[in-house]
C-alpha cells in the first residue's frame, strides 16, 4: 500500500545535541509537511515542500530546518534541541489542493 | 490566536446514539474544510471533507454541516459505534494561490460506550 512512513516512532535524544526525523512516501505527492503537535495542542505547521520549494512558517524556529533531497523523503533537523521541542511531530504529503493530507503515524520526540 | 477551535475537548456517547462534534473558525477566508480522526499511536486519517459551496456532505454514517454565516461546521456519526472512539481533529484550508496548508484545532476526544 502506497503510504507515508516516518522514522523512528519513538526518539530520546540529549539536551542540545542534533537529531533527524524522516519521513519517506510511495504516494508521489507534490507536497510535503512537518508539523509540530505538542500535548492538548493543534498540529502546528512548521515547514513545507512545494517540489523542491521550501515554505517556512513565520514563527518556526530557526533551530528547525529541512531538507527534501527527493521527492520521496524529507528530514527534519533539530540542531539543538531544547525541552520545550518535545512532541510530536507529523509528517503529511498532498497531491494538491482540496485533496487534504496523507499523514505519518508521527515521531514521538523526548529530550532528556 | 487560533483560527481553528474545537472548544469542547472530549465527549461521550452511547453506541448506537448520535455523536455530534462541533468546530469554530474564525478566518472569512478558509474555504475548505475537513474532519481527520486519530487513534493512539497513529497519525491522523483523513474522514471527510466539505468545499465551502456546500452546507452539507455525507458519507454513510458521517455527515458534515458547514454553516458559513456562523463560521461554523459539525460533523454528526450516526449510528456512533465503539470502533469510532479517537481523537477527532478539525481543519480548514485557504485558498492562497500556493500550496494548501491546512489549519487545525486542538482535537476533540469521542468515547462510544458499548
Known amino acids: 500500500d502506497a503510504m507515508v512512513i516516518q522514522n523512528p516512532r519513538y526518539q530520546v535524544t540529549q539536551f542540545g545535541k542534533p537529531v533527524t526525523l524522516s519521513c519517506s512516501q510511495t504516494l508521489n505527492h507534490n507536497v510535503m509537511y512537518w508539523y509540530q503537535q505538542k500535548s492538548s495542542q493543534a498540529p502546528k505547521l512548521l515547514f513545507h515542500?512545494?517540489?523542491?520549494?521550501?515554505?517556512n512558517e513565520a514563527d518556526t524556529p530557526d533551530n528547525f530546518q529541512s531538507r527534501r533531497p527527493n521527492t520521496s523523503f524529507c528530514f527534519l533537523d533539530i540542531r539543538s534541541p531544547g525541552l520545550g521541542d518535545a512532541a510530536m511531530y507529523l509528517c503529511?504529503?498532498?497531491?494538491?489542493?482540496?485533496?487534504?493530507?496523507?499523514f505519518g503515524s508521527g515521531t514521538r520526540l523526548t529530550v532528556v | 490566536d487560533q483560527q481553528v477551535k474545537q472548544n469542547s475537548p472530549s465527549l461521550s456517547v452511547q453506541e448506537g446514539r448520535i455523536s455530534i462534534l462541533n468546530c469554530d473558525y474564525t478566518n472569512s477566508m478558509f474555504d475548505y474544510f475537513l474532519w481527520y480522526k486519530k487513534y493512539p499511536a497513529e497519525g491522523p486519517t483523513f474522514l471527510i471533507s466539505?468545499?465551502?459551496?456546500?452546507d452539507k456532505n455525507e458519507d454513510g454514517r458521517f455527515t458534515v454541516f458547514l454553516n458559513k454565516s456562523a463560521k461554523h461546521l459539525s460533523l454528526h456519526i450516526v449510528p456512533s459505534q465503539p470502533g469510532d472512539s479517537a481523537v477527532y481533529f478539525c481543519?480548514?484550508?485557504?485558498?492562497?494561490?500556493?500550496?494548501?496548508?491546512?489549519?487545525f484545532g486542538k482535537g476533540m476526544k469521542l468515547t462510544v460506550n458499548p
Open positions: 481543519a480548514a484550508s485557504e485558498d492562497t494561490g500556493g500550496s494548501e496548508k491546512l489549519v
Open positions: 503529511a504529503t498532498s497531491r494538491g489542493y482540496n485533496y487534504g493530507y496523507t
Open positions: 466539505i468545499s465551502s459551496i456546500k
Open positions: 515542500y512545494y517540489d523542491k520549494d521550501f515554505n
